[in-house]
C-alpha cells in the first residue's frame, strides 16, 4: 500500500464541492488553505512560534495558528496568577496579552514564518470594526487565513461575549470577510447553548471553516484563604479533561454546516486526535498537550499516519465523519 495521502483543504466547498450557503456574507471567493496534513497547533500555548524554536520539527504539521493579536498591544491580567493547574487539565485566565498588530507583522510573523509551513494568525476586537481593521492589517500579509477569536467581550453589548450569540458572532465575521479575501476560521466556544446555530451563523456570514472548541469557563478556589487562584477570578479551562464535550460539539456542529471544522480540546495523542476527525473534523489542534511534550503534535501526526496504514485507509478524508453512531436501541 502506497503511503496514505493526508492532505486537508480548510475552505468553503472543501467538505461537500458544493457552492456556499444561500445568503454567505462571502465578498468574493477566498482560496482554500491546502495543509499537507491535518494537525495544527492551537492558538495559545505555541506563541509567536519564537520560544519553541528549536523544540521540534514543526514545518512537518500541517499550520501553526499563532498567539492572537490585537490592534493595540495588550498586558493582560497579572502574570504571577494567570494559571491554576487541575485534575486532567489547567484553567487560564491570560488576559489576551500580546505585542499588537505593528510588533507582530514586524518582529512575529517573520520568525513563524521561518517554520516552513502554513501560518494562521489568530484576531481580536472589542468591536467588530476592530476585527475588521485587524484583518485588513493582515489581507497583504504572508498568512495562509486568519483566525476569529470571538470569545472576546463585545463592549457595544455589556461586555458579552461576541461568540455567545448567534447575532453578535455573525456580525464579527461578515465586518472581518469584508475587510480580507483570506480564508476565515470563526473560533467558537463551548459556553452556549445551541454551538450548532452560531456556527451555521458564521458561516452565512462568511467563514470558510470554523475551529472548536475553545475553553470552558471555569473557576478555582483557595479553600484557605478562600480567594480564586486567578486574578480574573475565572478562567477557561482546556487539557484532557474536556475532551468528551469537545468531540460531542465537534460532531454536531459537523452535521450543520457545509464548511470545515477544525476539532481541538484536550488531544493528547493519535487516539484523541482521531475521535474528532471520525466525528467530523477535516483538521485537529494540539494546545495544552505543548506544555508536557513540546513534540505533541508532532507525534500525534505519526499516530495518525499509523493508523491509516495499519487500517489500510487510503486517505484522511475517508476517515472524516465517518463515525458508525448506534440506532435508537443501541445496535450498532
Known sequence: ??????????GRGARTGEAPPPGSGSRRATPAMLMKNPVMLASGVFGYGDEFMGLAPYGE???LVLKTVTL???LGNPPASRTAETPSGMVNAIGLENVGMEAFLRD???VALSYGTHVVAS???DTPEEFAACARALDEAHVSAIELNISCPNVKHG??????????SAEVVSAARGATGKPLIAKLTPNVSDIAAIASACERAGADAVSLINTLSAMVIDVETRRPILAANTGGLSGPAIRPVAVCRVFQVAQAVRIPVIGMGGIWNASDALEFIVAGASAVAVGTALYADPAAGNRVLAGIQGYLERHQIASIG???GSVRLHDHYGVS
Do not use: Q, S
Not at 1 to 10: E, K, Q, Y
Not at 159 to 168: N, S, T
Open 1 to 10: 500500500m502506497t503511503a496514505p495521502d493526508l492532505t486537508v483543504h480548510i
Open 61 to 63: 504539521l500541517g499550520a
Open 123 to 125: 484576531i481580536a476586537g
Open 159 to 168: 461586555g458579552m461575549a461576541f461568540g455567545v450569540e448567534a447575532g453578535a
Open 72 to 74: 493595540e498591544p495588550r
Open 108 to 110: 512575529k510573523l517573520p
Open 318 to 320: 475517508d476517515l472524516i
